[in-house]
């Protein structure tokens, strides 16, 4: 999509996290892991079907008050049809790669997965709110608030995508970007205000995906944030250990024992320089071995 004759599309296309995962991109292993998911539902049978959607969807209900946290990721790799599925990994394929050659593969995937997350607790938040509107008020529309059941599930990997699209704003602003529909070319960063801006106009008018589009607000919102500050990114896959310590760990200096005397090493040296060293004793050469390895040790 007019992106090869940049020299960032050209830089060598990133690895996995490591391991058996080596081999292709983590960005590639998304693509890969969405559309398995999707064939596994669609072949499975509707048994299958069921029990992934049921288990695997989100919504307001399961966060608040069920507890499942674990769904804000699980979410992120179901699709409601055929064409969801291939939207949002047609946006992977575009703008994902530039964003792990920019972040690095482990980085990227904190912020593929953080960015759903945050699309995630934008649902909540917005349907929370329509809640209490309705509670408090009476209300029974509202811009940008969401008045849909709490049990509405949300699935897809919008959010992630969403965010993948503003971190290319910040990595490649000028890109020029040919679009299918409509068939015009626009700069990286208008196409990605562009797609927030429909956003957050069919949010503020209650649209038909306004659910959706309050995960998407939310995934942009993240990945405006994190592609600046990719540094917060570093501990998210720390669950049993924090690798801040082990980092400082590596930092702290060894204790080294201390080096001989000045003075004796002066008077070995003199030493040395007048008779040679063949005249020196078996403690001298050993406390002349002692400060040469202290010297280069330091």
């Known amino acids: 999509m007019g992106l090869s004759d940049r020299s ?21 292993w998304l693509i890969i892991i969405n559309v398995g998911v999707f064939l596994v539902q669609m072949l499975g049978g509707q048994a299958v079907a069921l029990w992934i959607a049921d288990h695997g969807h989100f919504s307001t209900y399961q966060l608040v008050p069920r507890l499942q946290f674990w769904r804000l990721i699980t979410f992120q790799f179901l699709h409601a049809s055929f064409l969801h599925l291939a939207m949002n990994m047609l946006g992977l394929w575009v ?4 964003v792990e050659r920019h972040l690095g593969a482990r980085k990227y995937a904190a912020f593929y997965l953080v960015c759903g997350i945050f699309g995630g607790v934008m649902y909540v938040v917005l349907n929370g709110l329509g809640y209490g509107a309705v509670r408090l008020f009476n209300l029974q529309s509202a811009p940008f608030l969401l008045f849909n059941s709490a049990s509405t599930p949300l699935v897809g990997a919008s959010a992630g995508v969403f965010g993948v699209i503003m971190a290319c704003a910040f990595v490649a602003p000028n890109a020029m970007i040919q679009m299918i529909f409509p068939p015009v070319s626009l700069r990286m960063k208008v196409m990605a205000y562009c797609y927030v801006g429909l956003a957050l106009f069919n949010l503020m008018i209650g649209g038909s995906n306004a659910g959706g589009d309050a995960a998407h607000i939310g995934g942009a919102i993240a ?28 930092r702290k200096p060894v204790p080294t024992e201390p080096g001989p005397d000045q003075a004796e090493l002066d008077r070995i040296l003199a030493k040395i320089r007048a008779e040679g060293m063949g005249a020196l004793t078996e403690k001298e050469k050993a406390t002349l071995r002692s400060a040469t390895d202290s010297r280069r040790s330091a």
Request: glycine share 12%; charged share 25%; proline share 4%.
């Open 95 to 98: 703008f994902g790669g530039m």
């Open 223 to 250: 990945g405006y944030f994190f592609i600046r500050r990719s540094h917060l990114l570093h501990d998210f896959f720390d669950v049993l250990n924090d690798s801040r310590k082990a980092a400082s760990a590596k």
């Open 8 to 28: 960032y599309a050209r830089e060598p296309r990133p690895r996995g996290l490591g391991g058996l995962t080596s081999r292709y991109s983590f960005n590639t």
